[in-house]
């Protein structure tokens, strides 16, 4: 790479960088141990991990628990509702990546048990926000799909006003049927002005970034391989067609978390709309 060139690229670095929030890290005593967990990050996102592969290649089957937001962490800017959205958002993610490697069951006879917690959350500035809308139409079908693939199809918004940008911190691991911890992950990520849509409500960063986390845990659990040091692919067509036009996932499990907004998802995002209006959530669990 030549002298402009790698110039050029630190200058979007620091910019990205920049026009983000502060990612922060805790270690609440939600998971089981903690003294594995060794540091991995990418630009908008840090993470410390532990994986055992063996364990995880000899599972067959994984129960999901849902992701735990406790009210004292959300704050009094988020309701119940864009609460149980966020969790509900990580969960869906969640059961997408773990469906292409195992069978996703609600047993908890299970190989392997996943769970989650919301440890730290930082809302949306939603007058920050509406300054960004007011001034830009930026088009948002990646937030399904995360920085990563709006990055390699090219998406160049107009940047967010970056003040106020949210953040969220998840604690989450996979225990075995001895309770035994077999891959673990303390996860931070904090919006950025360039490849997160402005969107009126305190929670929309949060709820993207909740659909990142679990495609990251999800998918380290699922193939051992640490998300962030993994390249970048072209999302496959039922990735696409189930994490963005919201049709059925591959494993009935998944309905619970019920399905990605769809073409109505695409379009709020593109008015800036809050998620929670085209976003139905969770399913109701039929007994």
Same mark, same amino acid.
């Given at each position: ?16 960088? &920049?026009?983000?929030? =502060? $990612? ?27 994986? %055992? ?11 999901? #628990?849902?992701? *735990?937001?406790?009210?004292? $962490? ?15 958002? /990580? ?15 609600? =047993? ?19 007058? &920050? ?5 007011? =001034? ?5 079908? +990646? ?6 693939? /709006?990055? =390699? *199809?090219?998406?160049?918004? @107009?940047? !967010? ?8 911190? #998840? ?5 075995? !049927? ?5 891959? +673990?992950?303390?996860?931070?990520? /904090? ?29 380290? *659990?699922?193939?051992? #391989?640490?998300?962030?040091? /993994?390249?970048?692919? $072209?999302?496959?067509?039922?990735? #696409? ?9 591959? %494993? ?7 399905? &990605? ?5 695409? @379009? ?20």
């Amino acid at each position: 790479m030549g002298t402009l060139s790698k110039l050029a690229s630190g200058i979007g670095v620091l910019a990205l960088v &920049a026009g983000c929030g =502060t $990612i922060l890290l805790n270690e609440t005593g939600s998971l089981t141990r903690y003294d594995r967990l060794t540091a991995s990050s990418e630009t908008t996102t840090r993470a410390k991990l532990y994986v %055992d592969p063996a364990a995880l290649a000899a599972a067959r089957t994984v129960r999901i #628990v849902p992701t *735990v937001f406790p009210q004292a $962490i959300a704050g009094p800017n988020l309701n119940d509702e864009e609460r149980r959205l966020i969790a509900n958002a /990580a969960d869906r993610a969640l059961c997408y990546e773990l469906s292409l490697r195992y069978d996703v069951v609600s =047993t908890k006879k299970a190989d392997l048990t996943v769970r989650a917690m919301v440890t730290r959350f930082s809302d949306t500035d939603v007058p &920050a926000a509406g300054a960004t809308l007011a =001034t830009s139409a930026g088009i948002s079908i +990646a937030s399904q799909l995360g920085v990563g693939f /709006a990055s =390699t *199809v090219g998406r160049v918004p @107009i940047p !967010r006003v970056p003040i106020g940008l949210g953040t969220l911190t #998840v604690e989450a691991e996979a225990l075995d !049927r001895r309770r035994e911890q077999r891959a +673990a992950m303390v996860w931070g990520g /904090a919006a950025n002005a360039f490849t997160n849509q402005a969107r009126l409500s305190p929670a929309s960063d949060a709820y993207d970034l909740a659909g990142e986390f679990g495609q990251d845990f999800g998918g380290f *659990v699922a193939t051992g #391989v640490d998300p962030f040091k /993994a390249p970048y692919a $072209i999302p496959n067509y039922n990735r #696409v067609r189930i994490t963005v036009l919201g049709e059925r996932p591959l %494993d009935p499990d998944c309905e619970r978390f019920g399905r &990605a907004p769809g073409i109505d998802g695409i @379009i709020g995002d593109y008015l800036g709309l809050p998620p929670d209006w085209t976003d139905k959530g969770a399913r109701p669990v039929v007994n």
